[in-house]
């Protein structure tokens, strides 16, 4: 099954900087979420997502936009859409994007509720077609 989503080719300041962002929704609520190839792992904000006890803590570390180690915690999405993508009870990392959205005020409208990293474009064969400014995950 392939899906396409649009994204969203958001221009970061004036040195021809850009991010991706696709709509998404968490628990039936919209959100918009940020395609980072380059992050080896999925994250969502953990103030959105309740946190599940008994899971084993651990540290990620990171080299990029949120560089260093950092807390991470577990949660779980009973309902997560993109495009036409639906999954349930979903397992995520939660980590703290304080940081990241706080530069996004400074530099554009936009908020992420999450990032979308290699493990997810992974696992749906991911194709980002800019040209036509769409996502295609195949199943």
Partial sequence: MKTIIPVEIVPLG???SYH????GSINGIACNLLID??????????SLIPKTTGKRQKEIQSS???????????GCINKF????L???NLEVV??????VNETYRRLSSKQAAGLIGS???LRYNAVINYRKRHLILRK
């Fill in 119 to 121: 493990d997810f474009l």
């Fill in 14 to 16: 004036e040195d021809e």
């Fill in 94 to 99: 939660l980590i703290d994007l304080t940081h």
């Fill in 64 to 74: 990029g936009i949120l560089a260093g180690e950092m807390e991470t915690a577990f």
């Fill in 20 to 23: 991706l962002f696709v709509k």
């Fill in 37 to 46: 190839t380059g992050a080896s792992q999925t994250v969502f904000d953990l």
């Fill in 81 to 84: 859409k993109l495009g036409g």
């Fill in 86 to 88: 639906k999954c349930t």
